[in-house]
């Protein structure tokens, strides 16, 4: 976690800290949710059959849709793994022209750069096979580490099992043989059970963190036109939320809970420098949380909580603690003008120094802990759609896609429809359904 990066015992006791969280949070039902997409072996005819796979969370997964292709398996024993650049000269071609799926072993480096190879040598989707038999698992990004490449990865990826993997790598290995042609599958990877849908973004307002926060402000700033569409045409529930920690009784009364916590060690966030004797301090990003979350609860009252967009964009300009402008009245202007009654906000922030809980910042926690198919949310950011975590990289047209595809069918409203996200256009050649000619990615 980029925040609790701070030397000597300052860094072990936040290190201490994290995990007397996460030790918390792991007791809950349904901590680890894994979201699947479906694969069909079309051919060869003895291969037929339907299996599950996991969607990686980077990339983009073709939500509302399928892809078919051909499977194919490096022939290079060195390369199988995918941890080397493949021959940019040579990309992978299938036989009958049909978009590439490749397959690629689990191993030896971060599976985001398994994908980036495959993606560079014309790949068109990557599935990964496990090492060893084990429940399916989420292919996520390496915490800590800054891959350039990562924003940059378009093909959808998931793990597939290691038998799975095992009958792939066997029949795509089988030289002139029939080729191996797969449907992989998204359409019901996001449930679509009515006419609006419902999603949660977890964001924060410390914008020091890196990649991180720079993904999650590029996000917010691209996607505001689309959420204030949706939410104005009451086609969608939007809800943001932010990851609330809290103080340990055994840490209670320590420099560090005094200097990240607010309402007695009771809700807490981890220093946005990692530096305890510098800048600013942890409890000044619980109390502009709670401030973002006020203004969404205030702004929702007034019937027009898409004024949160507004503000976080405005807030990341006027007073980014990255660039030393954050202070509370700086804060407070921002508010202002967006004419929410400062008396309201008042109300719902309640007293950071007050001994007691904060409704806000309790339900946070609450909520955090996962029930049923959700999750725990963990880390920020995440995004929940429908009540499933979703999975890929954090980028508006990727976003937007997958919350099209939770309308039910028939029920998308205009902004699912235009050019490039188009569900239910009739074409001529097409038997009504949208096609991508070049990838042959149909939804």
Known sequence: MPGLRMEGDGRRLAAALCLVIVATASVAPAQLVVVKNSIWVMSPRSMRAHHEAAIANYGVPNYGGTLTGVVLYPADAKLAKGCRPFDATAPFKSRSGLPVVLLVDRGECYFAVKTWNAQQAGAAAVLVADNFEEPLLTMDNPEGETLTFLANITAPSALVTKSFGDALRIAASKSGEEEVVVQLD??????????????????????????????????????????????????????????????????????????????????????????????????????????????????????????????????????????????????????????????????????????????????????????????????????????????????????????????????????????????????????????????????
């Open 186 to 443: 998204w359409r019901e990877s996001m449930p679509h059970p009515d006419a609006r849908v419902e999603y949660e973004f977890w964001t924060n307002i410390n914008d020091e963190c890196g990649p991180r926060c720079d993904e999650q402000a590029a996000f917010v700033s691209a996607f505001r036109g689309h959420a204030q569409l949706l939410e104005k045409a009451g086609d969608a529930l939007f809800t943001p939320h932010y990851i609330i920690r809290f103080c340990p009784a055994r840490f209670a009364g320590t420099r560090q809970c005094a200097s990240e916590c607010i309402n007695h060690g009771r809700y807490c966030a981890p220093d946005p420098e990692g530096d305890l004797g510098a800048g600013y301090e942890g409890k000044d990003v619980v109390v502009e949380n709670l401030r973002q979350l006020c203004v969404h609860r205030v702004a929702n009252a007034r019937n027009a909580s898409w004024v949160w967009w507004d503000f976080v964009t405005d807030y990341r300009v006027r007073c980014s603690m990255r660039e030393k402008k954050y202070s509370r009245g700086c804060a407070e202007e921002v508010v202002a003008s967006l004419g929410l009654p400062a008396e309201m906000m008042a109300e719902c922030m309640g007293d950071p120094e007050a001994d007691a809980d904060n409704e806000v910042l309790k339900t946070e926690q609450m909520v955090q802990v996962g029930q049923g198919n959700r999750g725990n949310v963990t880390v920020s950011p995440t995004l929940v759609i429908n009540n499933v975590q979703y999975r890929g990289k954090l980028e508006s047209t990727a976003v937007l896609k997958a919350i099209c595809a939770g309308f039910k069918e028939t029920t998308e409203p205009r902004v699912c429809l235009t050019q490039d996200m188009e569900t239910d256009e009739c074409l001529d050649n097409n038997g009504g359904c949208w096609r991508d000619d070049k990838t042959n990615i149909t939804a």
